[in-house]
Structure formats: C-alpha cells, structure tokens
C-alpha cells in the first residue's frame, strides 16, 4: 500500500480528533451521578474492573517490525503526529493520577518506541510519585543501554525488552531496519545491571518467520531470571496483512518447549494477568505465553489504553478512542475528568478476541503503535 495515508485510507483520523465534548458532557454528568450513588470503583458491563494503564508516548519507531509498522505503510511520508498533539508529560501524569483514583495500579509506558520520546525519565519521575503503582515500560531496546541508568534513577522498576529471534539474519528481516540481536542482548545485560528487574522479554511468533526462534530463545534465557514472553501474531491495526495461518498457537510453543525443557503450569499473580505462566520442571525458571488469539482472555481484561495523543481506548482492537485531551485542555478538573473515564468504563463492553472471526478481519482498528502496544 505504497503512498497510503493515514488520513484518508488506513484511519477515519477525522472521527478520532474531533473533540467529542458534546457527549462527554453527558458523561461527566454520568460518572458523577453513578458515583454520588456510590457505585466506585467502576466495573464495565461484564464485570470488570480498571486495573492496568497502557500509555503510548509516541507514535513514531526506530525499527518497522513487520508485523506491526510495516515499511511500505509507516514510510517517509507517513503522517505521523506532530509534536503539539502529544500529551505533555505533566497532563499525562495528570490522566495517570485520575487512572488511579479508578483502581489503576500497573503502568505500562509504550508506544511506538516510548525511548524516542526526548527527556522520557522525567516523565517516569512523575508517574514514580504516584503511590501503590507498579510502573513498567516495553522497549525494543535498541535506546535501553544508554538509558537504562537514568530510568530505574528515576523510579522505573521494570522492563519488558521485544526479541523475535536470536538468529541474527531472521531478528534483521523481522524489525526490517537491519538491527542486529546482538545490541538488544546488551541492553538486556544493561538494564539487568541497572536492576530493572525481573526483565521480561516480548517475543512475537508468526509462522513461517520465527517459529524456528522458540527452543533457541527458551534455552538462552532459562535460568537467567529473566522471563521469555512467546506472543500469538494478532490481527492489530488495518496494516499488517493479518491472516489466521501465520498464528502459531500458544499450545503449539508450549508443546515445542515441553518436549526438550519439561514444563508444569504454574498460577498467574493476578486476576487479568495476560500472559498464561509455565515453569521449568527443574526449578531454573519460567516462560509465559500469550494467548490472544487461540484463548481470547477479555473475560478477565481489565486494560485501557491513552494514545499518543490523549485518547482514551477501552480495547487493543477498538476502532475509536475519547478524547481525554480536549477535556485536559478545556479548563475540565480533575473530578468531572474522573466522572468521564468513570462513565467510559461503566459502558465498556469490548470482547474483540471472543469474538473474532471472518468479518472482525474489515474492521477500522487503530494502529498498535498510536494505540499503544
Ligand atoms: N516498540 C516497543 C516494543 O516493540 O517493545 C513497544 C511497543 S510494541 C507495539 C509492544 C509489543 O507489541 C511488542 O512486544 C511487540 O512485539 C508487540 N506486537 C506488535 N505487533 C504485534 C502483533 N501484530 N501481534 C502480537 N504482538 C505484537
Ligand atoms: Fe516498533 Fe515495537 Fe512496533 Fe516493532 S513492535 S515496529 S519496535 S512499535
Ligand atoms: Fe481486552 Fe480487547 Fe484484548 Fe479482549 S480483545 S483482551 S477486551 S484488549
């Protein structure tokens, strides 16, 4: 799709930036109503609560994993927002403060590459100071060594580094930039020494690519502490070409590690956790598989989304977000933002996963990189 734009093609941009007071209005008035009603902490439709943030800061990359933002889409000439719609890192310290008042207790700052983003540990300064939060970053590394220090210094605790391969020439053709493993092994090393610990490593498997990577992966990081996350190839965003086959199941991964590294399933840590864990039999550790496609877990999925540029998402495969910006900027407090968010979540009702099937596959999905990963 050479030459395809994001404002005429791939997105109905003109829908997700156009402010929506009118009906957050009404969602204030909600939100506040329900909460005088005293029915806080918000659960959505089904049931769920609000329990993990996901926060894009930038919607640009250093690399163009196929998968995700392939070249002949996120070209030159890619409409990439411009700096003045990107929250400021004080009104996305402001959204994550009203998150938590809704029962948010993990954070997770992504992107795009969220180290693209200049001056990025002051914005893990802020979120640091909110209390009783697990504050966490995905990287895809290739910044993380230089900066590693400078994170945990300022309050990161964690990391989560994507590697789809150990083999050199397959990790090259997946993130499509030429960029070797061999610099995502040392900032590994780098952020293990800067303890942003225990790191978990995001590995993507589509067949036919990288289902050769698994064992190789599994071996390398057993007994390092550090803990492989295999990733089902899901159908996010309009870009990627998307097809059933290319899924390899979780089943089947776990099934090709069993068989020369004997795992046992081991329980989650928490209700919604998404990745199903398995440890090794002789005790050195454990992998996680997520599952996204073959066991769709929306039942438990107590994730939103802030875009790039301040929209509230309540779904990976949502195909419009809220404008939370427009109320940040409007002169809105923080109470009547609660009340919308609160509202927001009261209403959810997304079950893309369960749900997907022949038709979801026409659907307008926002790009992982803008929406957040
Ligand atoms: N750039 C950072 C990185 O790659 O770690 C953070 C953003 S990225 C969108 C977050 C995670 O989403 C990565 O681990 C990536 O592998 C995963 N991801 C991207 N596209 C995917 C797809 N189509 N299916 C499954 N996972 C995907
Ligand atoms: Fe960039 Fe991460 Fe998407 Fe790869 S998965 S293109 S590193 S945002
Ligand atoms: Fe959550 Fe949507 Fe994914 Fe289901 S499809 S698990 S609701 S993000």
């Avoid at 993130?175 to 061999?182: K, R, T």
Wanted: net charge positive.
């Amino acid at each position: 799709m050479p030459g395809m734009s994001r404002n005429d093609k791939i997105i109905p941009l003109a829908d997700l930036r156009a402010p929506r007071s009118a009906s957050l209005d009404a969602l204030i008035r909600e939100g506040a109503n329900n909460t005088a009603a005293g029915s806080a902490p918000p659960q959505d439709t089904r049931g769920r609560f609000l329990h993990d943030l996901r926060i894009s800061v930038t919607d640009r990359c250093n690399f163009r994993c196929v998968y995700c933002m392939p070249k002949d889409v996120f070209g030159r000439d890619y409409p990439f927002l411009p700096h003045s719609e990107l929250l400021t890192f004080e009104e996305i310290a402001r959204v994550a403060r009203i998150f938590v008042r809704l029962g948010v207790r993990k954070i997770r700052l992504t992107g795009g590459e969220p180290l693209l983003r200049r001056n990025l540990e002051q914005l893990v300064a802020l979120l640091a100071e909110i209390h009783g939060v697990d504050l966490t970053l995905t990287t895809n590394g290739a910044l993380l060594a230089r900066e590693a220090r400078a994170l945990r210094a300022a309050g990161l605790r964690r990391v989560t580094v994507s590697l789809d391969a150990l083999d050199d020439a397959t990790f090259r053709v997946m993130n499509d930039v030429d960029f070797p493993v061999a610099r995502v092994l040392e900032a590994i090393d780098a952020a293990h020494a800067a303890g942003l610990t225990p790191i978990k490593i995001n590995a993507v498997i589509k067949r036919g690519m990288n289902e050769a990577a698994v064992l190789p992966l599994a071996r390398h990081f057993k007994g390092t502490g550090h803990i492989v996350r295999f990733i089902e190839y899901m159908d996010v965003g309009h870009t990627n070409g998307w097809r059933m086959n290319d899924v390899v199941s979780a089943a089947e991964i776990v099934r090709t590690i069993d068989r020369e590294l004997p795992l046992e399933v081991a329980d989650a840590n928490y209700a919604g956790e998404v990745a199903e864990r398995w440890r090794y039999r002789d005790g050195t550790g454990e992998i996680g598989v997520i599952a996204s496609v073959t066991q769709a877990f929306c039942r438990d999925c107590t994730r939103a989304r802030l875009s790039t540029d301040g929209k509230m998402f309540t779904c990976l495969f949502a195909t419009d977000g809220y404008d939370l910006r427009g109320l940040l900027r409007g002169n809105r407090d923080d109470t009547e933002i609660e009340n919308a968010v609160a509202a927001l979540w009261r209403r959810r009702a997304d079950r893309y996963s369960e749900i997907r099937g022949a038709n979801t596959g026409r659907t307008q999905k926002i790009e992982m990189s803008y929406i957040g990963g």
